[in-house]
């Protein structure tokens, strides 16, 4: 079964600081996609970034990057120049490759970005 | 090009009465899926819904049901609502096509928050 696991409960940057956020994974299949969303208090889910199992290099959108260590299973996600409205949950989830748009979600880290 | 959108963004309901939740997914997208999120058990799965056809389901009871209709839109209904049901729903749309490609991303909506008394 899918498994993703985020071990950071909170964490507390200053702003303007990078900060790397947390993510392995489980998976027997092959083909498989990690994403990270932003959740703020509002609760809608934001879309950061995306990254294929096949992908080559490393995702990266402007100030968003994911680290893809794919024999470590990991899927880091770091913030550069973090600013206030960062604050927020930071869920990392997966997808496979069976055919459907079932993501499973870790628990999630939040971010709290200090002036 | 206009969102996900989620109706109603808030509702209390009693246990046992149902309730059903509206998805409106983006203009051309054709799979929604759900999901359910608490504090304890986080983001779960509920189904997935692709050319008006369920394709995947999650470990819910038979209480959780879905439809999506021909125009793509979804919704969602819970029957004998209990405490346990409380909970932020969110819907998701993507194109459900082209798998694990890049641009195949789940946008979400701002969920309904369902609060059982």
């Known amino acids: 079964a899918q498994k993703i696991t985020q071990t950071q409960p909170g964490m507390f940057v200053q702003e303007k600081e990078a900060v790397t956020l947390d993510c392995t994974y489980d998976?027997?299949?092959?083909?498989?996609?990690l994403f990270w969303y932003k959740q703020p208090s509002s609760g809608e889910m934001i879309f950061l970034i995306y990254?294929?199992?096949?992908?080559?290099q490393n995702a990266t959108e402007g100030r968003y990057s994911l680290n893809f260590q794919k024999a470590r299973k990991s899927a880091n996600l770091v913030i550069s120049a973090s600013q206030l409205g960062d604050s927020a949950m930071y869920f990392c989830a997966m997808r496979d490759g069976g055919g459907a748009q079932k993501l499973v979600f870790g628990q999630g880290t939040r971010l709290t970005i200090n002036p | 090009k206009a969102g996900v959108t989620q109706t109603p963004r808030y509702l209390i309901k009693t246990r046992g009465q149902q309730v059903t939740l509206s998805c409106s997914p983006i203009s051309g997208h054709r799979s929604v899926s759900w999901y359910q999120q608490t504090p304890g058990q986080g983001l779960q799965f509920l189904f997935e819904y692709f050319s008006e056809t369920q394709r995947n389901k999650g470990n819910f009871p038979g209480r959780f049901s879905g439809r999506q209709f021909s125009n793509s839109r979804s919704e969602m209904n819970v029957s004998t609502l209990e405490l346990g049901d409380s909970a932020l729903y969110l819907c998701?749309?993507?194109?459900?096509?082209?798998?694990?490609?890049?641009?195949?991303?789940?946008?979400f909506g701002a969920g309904s928050r369902l609060t059982v008394l």
């Open positions: 998976t027997s299949d092959p083909s498989y996609g």
């Open positions: 990254q294929g199992s096949y992908d080559q």
């Open positions: 998701a749309s993507s194109t459900g096509t082209g798998l694990n490609s890049g641009a195949n991303v789940l946008t």
